[in-house]
């Protein structure tokens, strides 16, 4: 299944007008799990930086996450970074024109090859790590950029259900993914060998964002690889579907899960 190209029609179809990409963020910050996820660790993390604290945003994308961190903390310089020179500019463009680009800037880069010593107190990375096979490359690029003490927040699939993974004979769900998820020890002893230290990690997508995910996200992605004239009943879809996706997402946030099929990780650079 192909999510890019969607993901592509969504960005075209909200693009132009600056209320238009905040009502895309407002929307995928209700709906999509990990922002929920995300949006609760930041806020943990965040208290322990400081003020005027330098985040590079890893795989920047349409830069929802850079606006979520930019309005929860007015002094934070934000750096995105994407492989995709067309949402770089439009972030550039979106940014600028609400009077925001003094302090959140895009860049194109290939987070396989960046690397800024000692540059910045957070780098969250979302939904990123299961595109790029030289991930080791990266996780060593991430703690050389960080400052001592700096922290690194992932979101990325779990091994446990992850790209809609459940056996070994199936397909990822999302066909751009070169990994369906990670194992909690995978991805400690990645981070590990890295030289990253304070290794936390935990399920996310339990059984109540499993379901979410599917009703909210799998299928109609499913009805969109078909026919993008299915754009026309997504609307009524969500009517019915938007508040028990709500529902659930609320439930997984709140408890914590012994499996699922995401994963949150936070680590934290210390030179001894």
Not at 8 to 20: E, M, Q, T
Not at 112 to 127: A, E, G, H
Not at 204 to 216: A, E
Request: hydrophobic letters at 40%; a positive charge.
């Amino acid at each position: 299944m192909q999510y890019e190209p969607i993901k592509r029609s969504l960005g075209k179809f909200f693009s132009g007008a600056p209320y238009k990409r905040k009502l895309l963020y407002s929307l995928v910050d209700l709906l999509l799990l990990r922002t929920w996820h995300v949006k609760k660790t930041l806020r943990v993390v965040g208290l322990k930086l400081s003020p005027d604290a330098s985040v590079l945003d890893a795989g920047s994308g349409m830069g929802q996450y850079s606006w979520r961190m930019c309005r929860m903390n007015p002094g934070w310089h934000i750096t995105g970074i994407d492989i995709n020179s067309t949402e770089v500019a439009d972030g550039n463009d979106f940014f600028g024109r609400t009077g925001k680009s003094e302090k959140v800037k895009f860049i194109t880069g290939d987070l396989t090859t960046f690397r800024k010593p000692d540059s910045f107190d957070l780098i969250l990375s979302v939904d990123v790590m299961e595109h790029i096979n030289d991930d080791e490359k990266v996780f060593g690029n991430f703690f050389s950029s960080l400052k001592d003490k700096g922290y690194l927040l992932i979101s990325t699939p779990s091994d446990r259900g992850g790209s809609d993974v459940h056996e070994s004979e199936d397909e990822s769900f999302i066909g751009e993914h070169v990994r369906n998820g990670y194992s909690i020890e995978e991805i400690r002893s990645k981070l590990s060998r890295a030289g990253f230290t304070s290794i936390s990690t935990e399920y996310t997508y339990g059984t109540p964002g499993s379901i979410s995910w599917k009703l909210s996200m799998k299928y109609p992605v499913k009805m969109l690889n078909l026919s993008k004239l299915f754009f026309i009943l997504l609307p009524f879809y969500y009517i019915i579907i938007f508040p028990i996706a709500l529902i659930l997402n609320f439930f997984d946030v709140r408890f914590r899960h012994s499996t699922g099929t995401g994963l949150l990780v936070t680590a934290q650079k210390e030179i001894l």
